[in-house]
């Protein structure tokens, strides 16, 4: 077997404008502290969603909004309807957000959770197949893909 071990929590946010070929530091240290393992969207209005994560205080039900690129961000709610979790993951579709799966150090979860209104508040949808550590890729005639899921059995 393997092990690995984590290493510290940043705060950090990158960009890079020539295809990753150089990444320049949009902050070092963002409004929603150090963290890893959230859930990040970009909405149509072209706002950048921070939400949940584990942070060194644990699992995170935040949501952090972004209008300049990730410069700096304000708090859009401080307890989202979602449990506290990490290992989530996020996609936009139409003019909604929804946030998927994730693990809240006792138990993961197949939940969906949609917000029509930049993540100020959620509601609960129909159990996805997803529970952790998973991509979703939007397909524009054929809705959601999800892949590399994980049930937590084993």
Same mark, same amino acid.
Not at 39 to 64: I, K
Not at 68 to 80: E, P
Not at 129 to 148: M, P, Q
């Given at each position: 077997?393997?092990?690995? !071990?984590?290493? !510290?929590?940043?705060?950090?946010?990158?960009?890079?404008?020539?295809?990753?070929?150089?990444? /320049?530091?949009?902050?070092?240290?963002?409004?929603?502290?150090?963290?890893?393992?959230?859930?990040?969207?970009?909405?149509?209005?072209?706002?950048?969603?921070?939400?949940?994560?584990?942070?060194?205080?644990?699992?995170?039900?935040?949501?952090?909004?972004?209008?300049?690129?990730?410069?700096?961000?304000?708090? $859009?709610?401080?307890?989202?309807?979602?449990?506290?979790?990490?290992?989530?993951?996020?996609? $936009?579709?139409?003019?909604?957000?929804?946030?998927?799966?994730?693990?809240?150090?006792?138990? $993961?979860?197949? !939940? /969906?959770?949609?917000?029509?209104?930049?993540?100020?508040?959620?509601?609960?949808?129909?159990?996805?197949?997803?529970?952790?550590?998973?991509?979703?890729?939007?397909?524009?005639? !054929?809705?959601?893909?999800?892949?590399?899921?994980?049930?937590?059995?084993?």
């Amino acid at each position: 077997g393997s092990s690995w !071990e984590v290493g !510290e929590f940043m705060g950090d946010v990158w960009a890079s404008m020539d295809g990753g070929q150089t990444w /320049t530091a949009r902050t070092l240290s963002a409004e929603w502290g150090a963290r890893a393992s959230m859930a990040v969207a970009v909405l149509p209005s072209g706002v950048l969603l921070v939400m949940g994560g584990l942070s060194s205080g644990g699992p995170q039900n935040d949501v952090w909004a972004s209008e300049n690129g990730g410069r700096s961000f304000q708090l $859009v709610t401080a307890a989202a309807e979602w449990t506290q979790r990490f290992g989530h993951c996020a996609v $936009v579709l139409g003019s909604k957000v929804l946030v998927m799966g994730g693990t809240d150090t006792q138990s $993961v979860n197949g !939940e /969906t959770w949609s917000s029509s209104d930049g993540g100020a508040t959620f509601s609960l949808g129909q159990a996805a197949r997803t529970k952790d550590a998973s991509v979703v890729i939007e397909l524009d005639e !054929e809705g959601l893909v999800l892949v590399g899921t994980c049930t937590g059995k084993g």
